[in-house]
């Protein structure tokens, strides 16, 4: 999988909006980014997925840069409820189909 | 979305014992499921691909004959932990791929999680 880096751990107001970034310079043409989130004790769960263009959901926005070596899963209205670890994961283009979860990042909502 | 159940959620077992998990996919079929495995304050590794009608391929350090996977039928696979050790408690996590997906798809790598089952070895 293109490596990614994501920041440990971010703090978040209920409410705000939570930009969470991450980085995958390495990242090759047709390999798409995905997130998943982790709330504790629980089974991931599939957040959003794009390749180039923006997208958007009931959950979660992602946003690529022109470029694709990074991107940001943005959650427009924070609640106590979003706290989970957020995983930014490129799997391979082709071949392998099971995804390689890294350190992700530590999203604490706070009241 | 697409639902994958795990039974048990929780399990305590005496040291020797075996313990069997079992991963269905409630509303698709999936040929292809995932163990993986999770210790405290760690990320998720992956312990072995699961493919209904064949047998599992393991991921490098993960004792085939200790984990024994089945996969039986398009929705249901279970991990059977043998002679489970204290050093085996951990959170076993399944996910399931829904239908074969092509390569390079947007769907190709879109995989559902089940809840998790928690093992501890006593």
């Known amino acids: 999988d293109a490596k990614t880096t994501q920041p440990t751990s971010m703090d978040c107001a209920e409410g705000r909006a939570a930009n969470l970034p991450c980085n995958h310079s390495t990242i090759s043409g047709n390999e798409y980014v995905y997130w998943y989130r982790q709330i504790h004790s629980q089974g991931p769960q599939y957040i959003i997925h794009?390749?180039?263009n923006n997208e958007t959901n009931e959950m979660a926005s992602l946003i690529i840069t022109e470029d694709r070596k990074s991107s940001t899963l943005i959650l427009p209205h924070a609640t106590l409820r979003d706290t989970a670890v957020y995983y930014c994961i490129v799997p391979p283009y082709m071949g392998r189909r099971a995804l390689t979860f890294g350190s992700g990042t530590r999203l604490q909502v706070q009241p | 979305g697409a639902v994958v159940s795990q039974h048990p959620s929780w399990v305590i077992c005496k040291s020797g014992t075996s313990v069997k998990i079992e991963c269905r996919s409630l509303d698709f079929q999936a040929t292809t499921m995932f163990w993986y495995r999770q210790f405290p304050k760690q990320s998720l590794m992956l312990m072995a691909t699961?493919?209904?009608?064949?047998?599992?391929?393991?991921e490098q350090g993960v004792e085939k004959d200790k984990f024994l996977i089945n996969h039986a039928s398009l929705t249901l696979s279970t991990l059977t932990v043998t002679s489970a050790h204290p050093e085996d408690s951990s959170f076993y996590i399944c996910?399931?791929?829904?239908?074969?997906?092509?390569?390079?798809?947007?769907?190709?790598?879109?995989?559902?999680f089940g809840p998790g089952t928690r093992l501890t070895v006593l």
């Open positions: 996910s399931a791929l829904p239908g074969s997906g092509t390569s390079g798809s947007s769907s190709y790598n879109e995989q559902f």
């Open positions: 794009g390749l180039k």
């Open positions: 699961s493919n209904e009608g064949s047998k599992a391929t393991y």
